[in-house]
């Protein structure tokens, strides 16, 4: 029923910005929070960011508290994640994600038990 789409990925320097959006679409009977996860080179997928659809509340990794801020615009149903001091290590593969559980018990969960993802989109940060 939702299809996700992510931009905004690129290359940069440390210390840069880089704005990842997400755009969902398709018809939903349901409220489905969002949020992004990450997966580096040889590593395992990770919870990055995740956004109470109805309230907006975020929920924020460890690792990027601080530095990115998750939101979104609901008449367009895109959420997006502001990424600022860019680190070498925050470079992966992020993905958006959909489901119907709180984004607040994300951060716990297998990446695996979310319901729709997007195909990601790729952040390179050089040192």
């Known amino acids: 029923q939702v299809q996700l789409v992510e931009s905004g990925g690129g290359l940069v320097q440390a210390g840069d910005s880089l704005r990842l959006s997400c755009a969902a679409s398709g018809r939903t009977f349901t409220s489905y929070d969002m949020g992004w996860f990450r997966q580096a080179p040889g590593k395992e997928r990770e919870f990055v960011a995740a956004?109470?659809?109805?309230?907006?509340?975020?929920y924020y990794a460890d690792s990027v508290k601080g530095r990115f801020t998750i939101s979104r615009d609901n008449a367009k149903n895109t959420v997006y994640l502001q990424m600022n001091s860019l680190k070498p290590e925050d470079t992966a593969v992020y993905y958006c994600?959909?489901?119907?559980?709180?984004?607040?018990?994300?951060?716990?969960?297998?990446?695996?038990?979310?319901?729709?993802w997007g195909k990601g989109t790729l952040v390179t940060v050089s040192s």
């Open positions: 956004i109470r659809w109805s309230s907006g509340s975020p």
């Open positions: 994600a959909a489901d119907l559980g709180y984004a607040s018990a994300w951060y716990s969960l297998s990446p695996g038990t979310l319901e729709y």
